[in-house]
């Protein structure tokens, strides 16, 4: 099922500029699959080389922040977005 992953502007150098992309995913986990083979480049931006989310990267399912729904294993249904967030820090 096509979902939309929504690219926060600092990333969007890495997939050509695009603010969204498309992927067929049925979980959080399928779709950043789908990122690394499609845009790999965006992928480890998001993720470690475990595979992990980065720290600094927090995953929003629609208006869920996905750390509290079921992580990765959260299920997406079509038109679903996920958001890609970047932390930020300073003072």
């Known amino acids: 099922m096509p979902i939309t992953i929504q690219i926060p502007s600092m990333l969007r150098s890495e997939c ?11 979980t959080v986990q399928q779709a ?9 480049n965006l992928f480890r931006s998001v993720c470690d080389e475990t595979g992990a ?6 995953l929003f399912v629609n208006d869920d922040l996905l750390h509290r729904t079921e992580g ?3 299920p997406l249904t079509p038109d679903d977005v996920l958001f890609i967030m ?5 003072g």
């Open 16 to 26: 050509q500029g695009a603010s969204q992309v498309q992927v067929e995913a049925a």
């Open 32 to 40: 950043l699959d789908q990122l690394q083979q499609e845009r790999p």
């Open 53 to 58: 989310v980065r720290k600094h990267i927090h």
């Open 72 to 74: 990765l294993a959260t």
């Open 86 to 90: 970047t932390a930020v820090s300073g």
